[in-house]
């Protein structure tokens, strides 16, 4: 009788109540191979927003300092988080053995011949490689995505496949987005890598939000 009671109480309380971004969006069956994903901005975007962590609302950042917006889809992958796991596979690429997680979900941009016109949206996208990134001594490695079943980047399949000027523009944009005035930047990518440690990084971050957020996970079974 109690479970009758509460399912249609669940469904209300879904109707009424703005999910989490971050822990309320499932990341999908089909993952690290097909992943949804929470876009925070789009190309047309000269502010830089972000998933605020505790509401879960987007926020202004702060606005870009120069010309530079990101040139694809940019947002990050629902119940990831980069910790140990993540950190540990960075070391064994890298072979230092000073980094640590930056306790942020997985970054992920996703290309798209669409022009999608604002954020805050969920997409259904195909991981395809991605940079190691490093921001002095913290892994924030950016996974590169296709959108699922797009016109002209639905076939590829490895970061191999894309044309140079695409991976440069990217690279780009995620060297140079932190720049300030007289101040050094630390940002730099060690590794340009493809499907496979995609797919790696992806399992590993999945791994570390389980760890981290384990808590979370039994409490809401408890609601």
Not at 32 to 51: G, H, N, Q, R, S
Not at 131 to 146: C, E, G, Y
Not at 157 to 170: A, G, T
Request: proline share 4%; with cysteine.
């Amino acid at each position: 009788m109690a479970n009758k009671i509460m399912d249609p109480i669940g469904r209300l309380m879904g109707l009424r109540y703005k999910s989490h971004p971050w822990h309320g969006v499932d990341i999908g069956k089909e993952a690290p191979e097909k992943l949804i994903c929470f876009v925070e901005m789009v190309t047309t975007d000269t502010v830089k927003y972000e998933v605020d962590k505790e509401t879960g609302y987007l926020r202004i950042d702060r606005p870009q300092k120069y010309s530079n917006t990101v040139p694809a889809l940019y947002g990050f992958v629902p119940q990831t988080y980069s910790g140990k796991e993540v950190a540990k596979f960075c070391m064994e690429k890298t072979g230092r053995d000073d980094i640590h997680g930056d306790g942020d979900p997985i970054d992920i941009c996703i290309l798209t011949e669409k022009e999608i016109v604002h954020g805050d949206i969920l997409v259904r996208a195909r991981p395809i490689g991605g940079f190691r990134m490093l921001d002095s001594n913290q892994s924030d490695d950016k996974i590169i995505a296709v959108l699922n079943n797009d016109a002209v980047y639905g076939d590829y399949k490895d970061i191999s496949d894309c044309p140079d000027l695409v991976i440069d523009r990217l690279k780009h944009y995620f060297l140079t987005y932190k720049d300030l005035p007289g101040k050094q930047s630390d940002v730099e990518i060690t590794h340009t890598f493809g499907i496979d440690e995609a797919h790696e990084v992806i399992r590993r971050s999945m791994e570390d939000y389980f760890h981290k957020f384990d808590t979370l996970d039994s409490a809401l079974k408890t609601v």
